[in-house]
């Protein structure tokens, strides 16, 4: 798979087929911006890493952004059904599996811990809600 770096430290992996490209930050917290997956991971985990990504960063950002966008489309989500929700999409599983091992239940505690520390995420009255804006 090509990297080409089309600004400094931004590079675009073309991958060759639609909606699946990704563009890799090389940064002190790399991150990847673009996400889609299909059965070469292996491929694409190897673009990202040339470039000096740590996976774990990069699937670390995935799953706060599944988490946070998840609560803002869903406006308020009570708190002992989010985790059960997120289990039933492709989107999550498939982070948690290529990216830590299938460890689900310990991530999501991980990512939600971080957000109600940092008030992304509120709990009230059984509820969780973020503070993100769209």
């Known amino acids: 798979m090509p990297e080409n770096e089309i600004l ?3 590079f675009f992996i073309e991958r060759g087929f639609l909606n699946g ?6 940064s002190d ?3 990847l911006i673009d996400t889609a997956y299909i059965s ?13 990504a740590n996976l774990a960063a990069v699937g ?3 799953l706060k952004k599944i988490i946070v966008y998840t609560l803002m489309m869903k406006k308020v989500v009570p708190a002992d059904a989010l985790f059960s929700y997120l289990m039933q999409t492709y989107w ?3 982070t948690v599996d290529l990216y830590f091992k299938s460890r689900y239940e310990a991530k999501y505690e991980e990512v939600m ?3 109600l520390r940092r008030s ?4 009230e009255n059984g509820d969780l809600y973020t503070t993100v804006k769209p």
Do not use: M
């Open 113 to 115: 811990n971080s957000f």
């Open 60 to 62: 670390e950002d995935l």
């Open 29 to 31: 917290a790399p991150i």
């Open 21 to 26: 490209n990704h563009f890799v930050y090389r």
């Open 40 to 52: 070469d991971f292996n491929e694409t985990e190897k673009s990202i890493t040339r470039l000096g």
């Open 120 to 123: 992304i995420i509120k709990a």
């Open 92 to 94: 999550f599983k498939e």
């Open 8 to 10: 400094k430290d931004l």
